[in-house]
């Protein structure tokens, strides 16, 4: 293997983390989930679709400076504490 190999797939696996990080949340790290829909054939149960459900995220301003895409749980309970701007 050759450097120039070994670096651009180590680009492309930066590129993957940091696109599934971003659907993450920074302060308890839920991120998101596989699930199934299911649909009825014949009176049996099929798994038709395989999907991704990603958290409910919004990018807020801590009382620090700092922003970060925080879960609406995540959202209520700092706002409670007095954490956010």
Not at 61 to 68: F, I, P, R, V
Request: with cysteine; net charge positive.
């Amino acid at each position: 293997m050759t450097i120039e190999y070994l670096c651009d797939n180590i680009s492309i696996l930066r590129i993957i983390l940091l696109f599934i990080m971003a659907q993450s949340c920074e302060n308890c790290g839920k991120g998101r989930q596989k699930a199934t829909s299911w649909k009825k054939i014949m009176s049996k149960l099929d798994p038709t679709d395989r999907y991704f459900q990603k958290p409910n995220l919004h990018e807020v301003k801590l009382k620090t400076g700092k922003k970060a895409k925080v879960c609406t749980k995540c959202q209520r309970k700092l706002s409670k504490e007095n954490k956010l701007k």
